[in-house]
């Protein structure tokens, strides 16, 4: 079975209002439509799935200690929340991308989720992890997620416009490959040849 003609929707998050306790600003907004939602493992109380959790109504212990395992043994863990949770371990932006998306991917597929919240990089300090981002798109777009017709990927506001670039040149460079000679040539010249 091939990929499902899933709709991506980069979604701004704006870090607006301040957490009193940590001084954080919190700026992600629940899905209403989302049945899965995938976080990194971050148990820290002052990191993104602090705030997620918080938003959700979700207990942060019990996802604390989660997260740590999912860390520790670099595996994901898919949490009976409302709506599901899918904690995936922190990677390095290289190597470990790559295998973790492919499990990501039957994780998701197994759970029969309709849509998906991506919310990995809502929150991001200074720099964008331009090489992982660019495999976490081109993964998004080419794989085969079940009955998921929509994935809404989270952007930290600031790189929404860098985000959105490298999405629209990962869709054009996957629909040049496979093309004739000439359309080859013409697509080479616009897109990253890492993706």
Known sequence: ????????????????????????????????????????ANPSSSGPLFQIAYRYGWNFDKLKSASKKCNKYQALALIDQ?????????????????????????????????????THYGFLNESLPEKEIAIFLTKVIQSDFGKASIAFVDIDSKFYGDITEMLEKAKHGLRCRGSDQQEANACSTSIDPAL
């Open 1 to 40: 079975m091939g990929p499902v003609n899933m709709e991506i929707i980069i979604r701004p998050i704006y870090q607006h209002s301040v957490q009193p306790r940590t001084r954080r600003q919190i700026g992600f907004v629940p899905m209403e439509e989302a049945d899965l939602v995938s976080a990194t």
């Open 82 to 118: 409302n709506p599901s949770l899918i904690l995936v371990p922190r990677t390095n932006g290289d190597s470990d991308t790559d295998m973790i998306l492919d499990e990501l991917t039957k994780v998701i597929r197994e759970s029969g989720a309709r849509v998906i919240n991506f």
